[in-house]
């Protein structure tokens, strides 16, 4: 039996470790991660696409569209569906402009989301052009997020590289799909509706 006083003092001394980890509530975002390959940078540009409707693309255009996704979701760290809150612009001492979103995520397909993301897109940057002028078509919005984790050859911090999609709701089922097939998930039977007429 612990001596008077001495199991409060305990609790404290045991959660002093997981305070100092994170506890409860940790970043997620990884300490250490690879360089992103150069293939990869295509599918995480750090821009957006605004295809709501892919069933309405037809020929090359419907097969790229299907190609990079399933890149994605076969390459990604992180899948969510995210809210737009925030939309800001920055600009350096090289007089670079960098743009800045705010997400909150709604619903997560795939991996652990961290509570302080942030996302960026630097002037150069193969994505920022989609940015650029389309704060509207952006800001309170919802979209599928796709983050790959990079920590460049030289740096000490892991960065996300990402695009984001309109979460339509075909787009986002299908990414699902997807997501279960990468991890080995068994899909769920399709409900069934019975109707019984009586005479």
């Given at each position: 039996?612990?001596?008077?006083?001495?199991?409060?003092?305990?609790?404290?001394?045991?959660?002093?470790?997981?305070?100092?980890?994170?506890?409860?509530?940790?970043?997620?975002?990884?300490?250490?991660?690879?360089?992103?390959?150069?293939?990869?940078?295509?599918?995480?540009?750090?821009?957006?696409?605004?295809?709501?409707?892919?069933?309405?693309?037809?020929?090359?255009?419907?097969?790229?569209?299907?190609?990079?996704?399933?890149?994605?979701?076969?390459?990604?760290?992180?899948?969510?569906?995210?809210r737009v809150h925030t939309f800001s612009t920055q600009t350096d001492l090289q007089r670079q402009v960098s743009f800045y979103l705010r997400v909150d995520e709604e619903r997560r397909l795939l991996g652990v989301f961290p509570t302080d993301m942030a996302l960026s897109s630097r002037e150069g940057a193969l994505?920022?052009?989609?940015?650029?002028?389309?704060?509207?078509?952006?800001?309170?919005?919802?979209?599928?997020?796709?983050?790959?984790?990079?920590?460049?050859?030289?740096?000490?911090?892991?960065?996300?590289?990402?695009?984001?999609?309109?979460?339509?709701?075909?787009?986002?089922?299908?990414?699902?799909?997807?997501?279960?097939?990468?991890?080995?998930?068994?899909?769920?039977?399709?409900?069934?509706?019975?109707?019984?007429?009586?005479?």
């Amino acid at each position: 039996m612990d001596p008077p006083g001495m199991s409060g003092a305990r609790a404290i001394l045991l959660c002093l470790p997981l305070l100092a980890c994170g506890g409860s509530a940790p970043s997620a975002r990884p300490l250490t991660a690879e360089p992103i390959s150069v293939d990869d940078r295509r599918y995480f540009e750090e821009g957006v696409d605004f295809i709501v409707d892919p069933e309405a693309l037809e020929g090359r255009w419907a097969l790229e569209w299907r190609q990079e996704l399933e890149a994605r979701v076969e390459r990604a760290d992180v899948i969510a569906v995210v809210r737009v809150h925030t939309f800001s612009t920055q600009t350096d001492l090289q007089r670079q402009v960098s743009f800045y979103l705010r997400v909150d995520e709604e619903r997560r397909l795939l991996g652990v989301f961290p509570t302080d993301m942030a996302l960026s897109s630097r002037e150069g940057a193969l994505g920022y052009a989609t940015l650029e002028g389309n704060e509207r078509r952006i800001l309170q919005q919802r979209f599928l997020l796709f983050v790959k984790w990079d920590q460049p050859e030289g740096s000490t911090g892991v960065v996300p590289r990402w695009h984001m999609s309109p979460a339509a709701n075909t787009v986002v089922d299908r990414v699902q799909r997807l997501v279960n097939a990468r991890l080995g998930r068994e899909e769920a039977p399709p409900r069934t509706r019975v109707i019984v007429r009586e005479n």
